[in-house]
């Protein structure tokens, strides 16, 4: 099967399920040097006119090095029966593994991003803005205590969807 380049607004999904339940991988870098990381935090919607896609990610994780300096990156949505493989992408650093030999997934460039042949639906997302989340910004102590007491903070990446493809 390949991937076939869809329409946004014919996209057919719930989003609570696939951001949140089922998760997700962030790619970027190229074919050569690349790193995926699970997340289940998102969020998809318009904003600047444009279809986008809001990911989160910290600062120790290695998949910020390759964000930081990629222009575009992808969203990779999977089926239930790939849940072990993003599970150990969540789990290990692409600094003592390599995710796809480890798991089999097989990278493969779509649009100048890496995505995996396994996927059944991408989001090529062009960078538009970047933030570091901050301590002082958090109107909920709780919040900030439960998810940044003991680890980094999030940068939080607005990226345009330039592109979906799908399974066929």
């Known amino acids: 099967?390949?991937?076939?380049?869809?329409?946004?607004?014919?996209?057919?999904?719930?989003?609570?399920?696939?951001?949140g339940k089922d998760w997700f991988l962030i790619t970027a870098g190229n074919g050569s040097c690349?790193?995926?990381?699970?997340?289940?935090?998102?969020f998809m919607g318009v904003i600047w006119g444009a279809p986008s896609f809001?990911?989160?990610?910290?600062?120790?994780?290695?998949?910020?090095?390759?964000?930081?300096?990629?222009?575009?990156?992808?969203?990779?949505f999977f089926d239930e029966q790939y849940r072990?493989?993003?599970?150990?992408?969540?789990t290990k650093s692409g600094r003592d593994?390599?995710?796809a030999k480890e798991t089999g997934l097989t990278p493969v460039e779509i649009d100048g991003a890496v995505t995996f042949a396994q996927a059944k639906r991408v989001f090529v997302c062009r960078k538009r803005y970047?933030?570091?989340?901050?301590?002082?910004?958090?109107?909920?102590?709780?919040?900030?205590?439960?998810?940044?007491?003991?680890?980094?903070m999030h940068k939080q990446y607005i990226g345009e969807i330039i592109a979906v493809y799908e399974k066929e």
């Open 130 to 152: 970047s933030e570091m989340m901050n301590k002082e910004s958090f109107t909920d102590e709780e919040t900030y205590n439960r998810w940044y007491s003991t680890d980094p």
């Open 97 to 99: 593994y390599d995710k």
């Open 84 to 90: 072990s493989a993003l599970n150990f992408c969540g």
């Open 34 to 42: 690349n790193n995926t990381m699970t997340a289940s935090w998102g």
């Open 1 to 19: 099967m390949s991937f076939v380049k869809k329409d946004i607004h014919d996209l057919v999904g719930n989003p609570f399920n696939e951001i």
């Open 54 to 76: 809001i990911c989160a990610v910290r600062t120790n994780r290695h998949t910020f090095g390759f964000i930081e300096d990629s222009d575009v990156y992808t969203i990779s």
